[in-house]
């Protein structure tokens, strides 16, 4: 059966048994756990963001002070954009692995954990040397080949020597295209995944480029109320200071005020004492004038009375003296008669005229 090299690999780290022997795996291993420099898969991987991978050892190798440099393309990565990676030891031993002896015609496909207990336990298709030919024969036929003279039981040359045989090269060249293939597929998945990421990546940028204008707009906004608010302080820093200066005047205005209430107030005091005063000293003045002009008013009265009693017997004693004359003229005859008849006439005009005084008396009273 010829052999299958597409999925042969070098394994280092995972197990005391396996290491540093190669398997022929049932399926590939992805190609960023294998180191793109040795060709060996370890349990930690350097992946490089020009996508190629390197185990410890090669990365080592490429180390500058910057970081690294990858030594298929040159690109520089630094530190900080080495993505190390670790193969778990459990996930890779359960991979499908064929037996070493697939060369001499093993079909066993067991996990890589168990393919030590079958090589060493229980696969039948170990080779060895003949000591006669030095042919490569199977263990198990050596003896029948040997009686055969060496003929028989013979295992094909580029079963076990792929290498040395022009089928062999072309075995590894056909293993080397299916090999360059799965990777190549791994690349377009890769590239696949890098661009999904990248269109991911766009959107993101958007949205972020969205949530920046959004902040910058915001930002903005946020300055504008900040003057505003700035010119709202100095409006009311100035409206303060004015109140202030208006609370000033208004408390000298009251204290002025309170000083005229106070001046007002003792001014009405000082007018209601002089007005009490005045009505007091008018009160008295018009008393005493009362009581001075009662006292001239009754001299005066008893005058007006003993002038008006002259005049009135003055004028009595005229009228009779008048009227007896006339008489006198006219009736001589009659002078007792008329004696009588004029101090009648004098009591009565008498009478009359002190009637006339008692009457104009009591008008002037009233």
């Not at 079958?118 to 029948?144: G, Q, R, Y």
Request: charged content about 25%; hydrophobic content about 35%.
């Amino acid at each position: 059966m010829p052999p299958t090299l597409g999925h042969r690999y070098t394994l280092v780290g995972f197990s005391d048994e396996l290491n540093w022997r190669t398997l022929s795996f049932v399926d590939p291993i992805p190609s960023y756990r294998v180191c793109q420099a040795c060709g060996i898969v370890s349990r930690m991987t350097a992946l490089l963001p020009c996508l190629h991978s390197f185990c410890k050892k090669c990365y080592e190798q490429c180390r500058t002070d910057e970081g690294c440099c990858c030594p298929h393309d040159g690109q520089q990565a630094c530190r900080e954009d080495v993505d190390w990676r670790e193969y778990p030891v459990d996930q890779l031993l359960k991979r499908k692995v064929k037996c070493w002896n697939e060369d001499q015609g093993c079909e066993i496909v067991v996990a890589a954990s168990q393919l030590g207990k079958h090589f060493s336990k229980e696969c039948d298709k170990h080779s060895t040397s003949c000591s006669k030919c030095s042919t490569v024969i199977l263990c198990s036929d050596i003896c029948m080949h040997i009686q055969s003279k060496c003929r028989d039981h013979v295992i094909p040359v580029e079963s076990w020597s792929p290498i040395t045989s022009t089928d062999g090269q072309g075995a590894v060249m056909n293993a080397l295209n299916e090999n360059i293939n799965a990777r190549a597929e791994e690349m377009k998945e890769r590239f696949d995944q890098v661009a999904n990421a990248n269109n991911a990546q766009a959107i993101r940028l958007n949205e972020v480029y969205h949530c920046l204008n959004i902040i910058k707009e915001a930002a903005v906004e946020i300055q504008r109320r900040n003057n505003t608010l700035d010119n709202l302080a100095s409006s009311i820093e100035a409206i303060r200071e004015i109140l202030i200066e208006h609370a000033e005047k208004l408390h000298k205005f009251e204290g002025a005020i309170n000083k005229a209430n106070e001046t007002l107030k003792s001014g009405l005091e000082s007018m209601k004492l002089a007005v009490e005063k005045t009505e007091k000293a008018t009160a008295d003045f018009v008393q005493m004038q009362l009581r001075e002009f009662a006292s001239k008013g009754g001299t005066l009265n008893k005058l007006l009375r003993k002038e008006f009693d002259i005049a009135t017997k003055t004028i009595c004693t005229n009228c009779t003296e008048t009227v007896a004359s006339i008489l006198q003229e006219k009736f001589g005859k009659l002078t007792d008669s008329l004696e009588i008849i004029l101090d009648k006439i004098l009591a009565l005009s008498t009478m009359d005229i002190r009637r006339h005084e008692f009457f104009e008396t009591s008008s002037h009273t009233i």
